[in-house]
């Protein structure tokens, strides 16, 4: 019997579809990472998130693998190179997670602009300030205002769908995607920062983009601009970001995501006021994590049957 391994927490009606298709499952989400590559020889197939790491002691002793599902878009955390050489197949979910995505970065776009983490935190800090602070919060609105997106994939068209929604005009750049129905295309990514109110980062890490916006891009920007990161870690220079906004160049810093993470205590960005952070939950929702879960399952399915 073809057997599957499960290695991060999904959904179980990912376990069910894959019963159902006559699979044997193992449910390994609870399992210490580094107890994997002792039982992962067995297993025909692995479903992946985030947090397992197929690469080096994990791939070697995979024998018998075939396929790897992951339970959402990056493949950062498989070596490709490796998977290929050994003809394993690699399928993703890269639609499931969009709106969660999204919605994650009009949270940022909304919380900067009225600034609720800042009042929540000092309220909560000490009652007293409850008066003083309705004056120092005084703030503005998002209608009228311009979105650029740096990225206008699924991720980036979703947020644009949403924001144009809520008055605002939305511009952006992709390198490989000249037209978009819905965002005002520009031809470089410097005509977007110069003119955006707000910049969306929807781009993977590679050598490219890593560091892309760095002291040079951040001083394009208007000033006051707020940036919104829950693409990837590395795409920012976080020193760079620091900088930027104790000259306040950069109205605020959101973002879901770091170079390392978890960050490094003394990490500046931890420390500044208009810096809005997640941990990294950007497809981190009930309904894109069952909507991941069910398409990793059917897709591991899939090329399981043609493989």
Request: hydrophobic fraction near 40%; charged fraction near 25%.
């Amino acid at each position: 019997m073809t057997k599957v391994i499960l290695t991060d927490k999904l959904n179980e009606k990912a376990v069910e579809i894959l019963e159902e298709a006559g699979f044997e499952v193992k449910v390994a989400w609870d399992l210490p990472k580094e107890e994997i590559p002792q039982i992962i020889g067995e297993y025909d197939a692995m479903i992946i998130r985030s947090a397992t790491k197929v690469r080096g002691e994990l791939l070697e002793k995979a024998v018998n693998l075939k396929v790897i599902g992951r339970a959402g878009v990056g493949l950062d955390n498989i070596d490709l190179e490796v998977t290929m050489n050994r003809g394993i197949k690699v399928v993703n979910t890269p639609a499931a997670t969009t709106n969660s995505v999204a919605e994650l970065a009009l949270t940022m776009i909304l919380a900067s602009t009225r600034d609720v983490v800042k009042g929540t935190n000092a309220i909560k800090e000490n009652p007293s300030v409850y008066k003083s602070m309705k004056k120092e919060l005084f703030s503005r609105e998002i209608d009228g205002k311009t979105l650029g997106l740096i990225g206008t994939g699924r991720i980036g068209t979703s947020l644009a769908v949403k924001c144009k929604a809520l008055g605002l005009t939305v511009i952006g750049y992709d390198a490989y995607v000249p037209e978009n129905p819905v965002v005002e295309m520009k031809s470089s990514i410097e005509e977007v920062v110069k003119n955006a109110d707000y910049i969306s980062l929807h781009l993977p890490l590679t050598n490219e983009t890593k560091h892309m916006i760095g002291k040079e891009m951040l001083y394009m920007m208007k000033k006051g601009v707020v940036l919104i990161n829950c693409a990837r870690g590395g795409i920012v220079d976080e020193l760079a970001a620091h900088e930027a906004l104790e000259s306040g160049q950069l109205g605020y810093y959101c973002t879901d995501v770091f170079e390392k993470e978890p960050p490094e205590p003394e990490n500046p960005l931890l420390q500044h006021d208009h810096v809005i952070i997640s941990p990294h939950i950007g497809a981190q929702t009930e309904e894109g994590s069952y909507r991941a879960s069910v398409q990793a399952a059917e897709r591991v399915i899939e090329a399981l049957k043609s493989s």
